[in-house]
């Protein structure tokens, strides 16, 4: 079974630019999560799609957007880069909207993005 | 607000010397306590769901246990393929609309080296 799959790997921006970074799901899982990792401070969750709805969102500003589609992949969107965007964009999916001990986040690798 | 603190910051280990690894919690109603496990450059892997006080759980050399303010999580006789950086996160109860709700509150993680 695939995993979580995001594209690209690696992404390199100007400041002011616009990003988009993609996720593909686990195949049978309609939810999809999306959280930022900068160095120093954590995983922060970022935006909850299920069944192509925003079900919610962390605490961003929103410039950070996306959406999903209905195969249930997902596009995370930040307009208008900053220098402090840059960190790895982990996308997550799940089976079920309420996660739970028989269906966890499971995460990709990731998309390093880097703001020059 | 929902809190992590994960202890220590780093720790390393000789191969074969067991130790614990500590999550501090503050959430709002507990509905899930998680730990993962992250090798550099890669996504999270799951590893544990505890849910109440008292419970256990065990995948091979680790074990993990909750009470009501916080998570060890239990190495023991670790090998240098142990080593990653391991994160606790948990889930609040949350309810349609409310800032908790499909979130987890991850803590900054715990580094992991296991010398040969």
């Known amino acids: 079974e695939a995993g979580v799959t995001q594209s690209p790997t690696h992404l390199i921006k100007t400041r002011g630019q616009q990003a988009t970074l993609r996720c593909s799901p686990i195949?049978?899982?309609?939810?999809v999560y999306w959280y930022q990792q900068a160095l120093g401070l954590g995983l922060q969750f970022l935006l909850w799609y299920d069944e192509g709805e925003e079900r919610n969102r962390g605490n961003f500003p929103p410039r950070f957007s996306g959406r999903q589609f209905p195969n249930y992949s997902s596009e995370l969107n930040v307009n208008a880069l900053e220098l402090e965007d840059s960190a790895l964009y982990l996308c997550?999916?799940?089976?079920?909207?309420?996660?739970?001990?028989?269906?966890?986040?499971?995460f990709g690798n990731g998309t390093r993005l880097t703001v020059t | 607000e929902d809190q992590v603190t994960q202890s220590p910051e780093a720790l390393r280990l000789q191969e074969g010397e067991s130790s614990s690894l500590n999550c501090s919690y503050t959430v709002s109603g507990l509905r899930g306590l998680f730990w993962y496990r992250q090798d550099p450059g890669k996504g999270p892997e799951f590893l544990f769901t505890l849910y109440s006080a008292g419970e256990e759980k065990e995948k091979e050399r680790l074990k993990a246990t909750l009470t009501k303010k916080e998570s060890f999580l239990h190495i023991t006789a670790p090998k240098p393929e142990d080593s990653a950086t391991y994160l606790c996160a948990v889930q609040a109860r949350g309810y349609a609309g409310g800032t908790s709700y499909g979130k987890l509150t991850f803590g900054q993680g715990t580094i992991l080296t296991v010398h040969p």
């Open positions: 997550a999916s799940s089976l079920i909207r309420d996660f739970s001990y028989n269906s966890p986040l499971h």
């Open positions: 195949s049978g899982h309609t939810s």
